[in-house]
């Protein structure tokens, strides 16, 4: 049975803590625009209060997440249990992205180990908080954070993926403009 709150409770917090990866969700405003849900994992998600939340956007293939909120901030977190007691977590609110150069940058950045790759920050503000019983979601124990990007990342180098970026990232797959990330100068 779902359930909603107003913000993000003292019990879902520990309940965000414990996972070992979420869900990221945005989609265009066009109607024959692509969906996107992109899994992300590593040490890359904070609370900053029980509506606001942050976290680390590293360099990929593409950059639909930050293309979508710039046309519309739309966006959906979502945490699944893979131990028990099984429940589904989801965060719907307005996103925004900060870029190595924005002042925002660096306190918020500041929350975080430096992680290789890390291109930009997305800062979402949550406006609905809804659990779901997650009864369906199988049972898995993590073993590892995959290293596999940390080590593309480093072997690229801060000019390298500042080059990747240029080429993959300034926009969607749909065509729409995305802010074009730098490679923070203080931590790559």
């Not at 049975?1 to 309940?15: G, P």
């Not at 979508?68 to 965060?91: D, G, S």
């Not at 993590?142 to 000019?159: F, H, T």
Request: glycine share 6%; with cysteine.
């Amino acid at each position: 049975m779902a359930k909603v709150f107003a913000s993000i409770t003292e019990d879902l917090q520990r309940l965000i803590a414990a996972q070992q990866m979420f869900f990221v969700a945005t989609a265009p405003l066009a109607a024959d625009g692509h969906i996107n849900v992109s899994p992300k994992g590593l040490d890359s998600f904070r609370i900053l209060s029980p509506n606001q939340v942050v976290y680390l956007d590293l360099t990929g293939s593409g950059n639909e997440t930050s293309a979508h909120l710039q046309e519309n901030e739309r966006i959906t977190l979502m945490f699944c249990a893979f131990q028990e007691p099984p429940v589904i977590l989801r965060l719907y609110g307005k996103g925004r992205t900060v870029l190595p150069n924005s002042p925002d940058w660096e306190p918020l950045y500041a929350k975080f180990s430096p992680i290789p790759g890390t291109r930009q920050l997305i800062v979402a503000d949550i406006d609905r908080v809804q659990t779901s019983c997650g009864m369906g979601v199988p049972l898995y124990e993590p073993i590892a954070q995959r290293q596999s990007l940390l080590k593309w990342a480093e072997k690229k180098g801060r000019d390298g993926l500042k080059d990747y970026q240029q080429q993959k990232n300034s926009s969607s797959i749909d065509g729409l403009p995305a802010p074009l990330a730098q490679t923070p100068k203080s931590r790559v």
